[in-house]
């Protein structure tokens, strides 16, 4: 009964949709206040409403109803709780529910929170919102119904793929789904305003805080992804550039790029049609991500579907947001053209810099992910793009972005002064080719390279808080003045502080995992040791092991080294319903870096016991995700900045409708 009560909620959702889409958007374009201010309700409505299915959902698979098909085929009995919530969204028919309540959740939360939007543009942008909510609940419904009843009951779940049983993978797809969709809203309010012909500083200061939440949610979810991979699928690396990966990673780069624009719509009211076109490119990406994902074009964990017509119909989907909203751009664009003027040399000049070679990196990313795919449809055979090219290709950008980056903030807007940025940053610079001298003698044997990843590095987060110091004049002026400066500074500011310090900290660690990574792959008896970056690794013990749905072995090795000594544990787990083997790796990690070790399979022509065993020191790596925590942490700061809570402010009360001339009650 509680499954037929979510679908119920879940069609009637769809109705709700279809007002909230279409009644708002002719009130717009009517002047009707009343249809407008419909907006509102039915956006909290639809939000309900999936709210309810999702929880219905939820209570089969916390229940075990294995009446219903998707948790017989996702979920077991022996599960612990939390992997039969996890499991929810652990399939294809609930990943699209989950992605459904969450932009539904973003529409109720902009009709609930943009009391100080103007009507029109509220109106119009949840219209858009409501418009994406009638194509994915009517794919839900038709193509991927999590409510689908099993006839009859199985005694017992087929039970979720064990990579996917593990807390990393509970809380990765939520965290990933809030940044995809969260991006809807900066392209609701895009096509929002090229239907309304009008994007202004009051427009970008509306849409940054819901850009900025989806940016941290997106961050936090492709750290904790890289996280779960590095240490649950035993290779020791923390980024493959696998496709699925690709599809997180592009939005990201692009929505990064966004963020910088709106700063200059909303300071200059400069680069709006370029702001509107990154809005519609990042959401687009997103979409794209979807369907690679989603439509079972790729081969993953990830790609729940494999049935055609949902591939088709998240195509359909794609082409028509995708298509729809550039051909909007196309023409309506050129009436976004004018603003404020500036130097090549300014901030202005910076943000735009920024913007390019970030879009030029997502766009080098986007063609080798879908160039094996294109060829592959074409009939013309199978290629595969690996880490080659995407490190070259990738690099060629974001170095010299990443060079830029601490000058950025230095420079004044309109008209900046380049001798002047150089001689503000003269400190950071120095202290940059220190350090990078230092790794150079340290690691005089090379590889060289390494070293001006270090400096780089070092670079950027020296860089970032050397531009604090000379914001609060750090030293310049009393310490009293300089502490009131402190408390003055806007939460924006110390967001983009701790955003670029934690830059920083992420190549810090990509370049000392890349250059100094040491591996070992041997076979070991009991009591056999070896040698790894000046560890002794000694297996001890294989002993058998038997979890709550699962068998295998436990391999405990001691590590030493000087005075330390200390057991790390490894298991090879085999799931008993699917037989499906995982890995469990032993991981000691240390600021300077990881030891990691992986028991592998046991060797049956050998004469004594013995297993391979999988070892690797990976330097510096745990500063990679550390990073990204840090520029998430930056990125929440900025949500706290006053003037995203205050608003824009208005001449007079009659402007909170911008075409209030023809507004009719």
Known sequence: ??????????????????????????????????????????????ALLVLIAFLALMYAFVTSDFSVEAVAHYSHTTKPLLYKISGVWGNHEGSMLLWALILALFGGSVAFFGKNLPLVLKARALGVQGLLGVSFLLFILFTSNPFQRLFPAWPNGNDLNPLLQDPGLAFHPPLLYGGYV?????????????????????????????????????????????????YELGWGGWWFWDPVENASLMPWLVGTALLHSSIVVEKRNALRAWTILLAILTFSLSLLGTFLVRSGVLTSVHA????????????????????????????????????????????????????????AAAGMVLVGTLYPLVLESLNAGKISVGAPYFNMTFGVPMIPLLLLVPFGPILAWKRGDALGAVQRLYV?????????????????????????????????????IWEWAERVRLFRVPLAQSWRRIRGLSASAYGATFGHFGVGLTVLGIVGMTAWRTEIITVLELGESRELAGFTVTLKSVEDLAGYNYDGESGIFEVSKGRMTQ????????????????????????????????????????????????MYYNPLVSWIWLGALVMAFGGGLSLFDRRFRVGAPQKARAKTVPEAQGVSA
Request: proline residues 5%.
């Open 1 to 46: 009964m509680i499954s037929e009560i979510g679908h119920f909620a879940l069609a009637l959702a769809v109705m709700v949709a279809l007002l909230q889409a279409a009644l708002p958007l002719i009130g717009a374009a009517k002047g009707n206040r009343a249809l407008m201010e419909l907006a509102v309700p039915t956006a909290l409505a639809q």
């Open 567 to 614: 057991n790390l544990q490894s298991e090879h787990r085999i799931y008993r319903v699917t037989g499906q083997p995982t890995t469990e790796v032993g991981l000691r990690t240390t600021p300077l870096g990881d030891l990691y070790v992986v028991l592998g399979d046991p060797q049956e022509n050998s004469e004594r016991p013995a297993w391979v065993a999988r």
């Open 182 to 230: 969260g991006f809807s809203v900066a392209f609701s309010f895009a096509i929002a305003a090229l239907i309304g012909g009008k994007v202004d500083a009051a427009w970008a200061r509306w849409v940054r805080p819901w850009t900025l939440a989806a940016w941290v949610m997106l961050t936090l979810g492709i750290a904790l992804g890289s996280y779960w991979a590095y």
């Open 428 to 464: 950071a610079a120095g202290l940059a080719v220190l350090v990078l001298l230092v790794t150079l003698a340290l690691t005089f044997d090379g590889p060289w390279l390494a070293a001006l990843g270090i400096g780089l590095a070092s670079w950027l987060m020296v860089g970032a």
């Open 304 to 359: 729940f579907a494999v049935d055609p017509a949902r591939g088709i119909f998240i195509l359909a989907i794609l082409i028509l947001v995708i298509g729809g909203s550039l051909a909007l751009f196309a023409w309506r664009a050129p009436s976004l053209k004018g603003g404020g003027l500036f130097a090549p040399v300014s901030r202005e000049g910076a943000l735009l810099i920024n913007n390019v070679l970030l879009t």
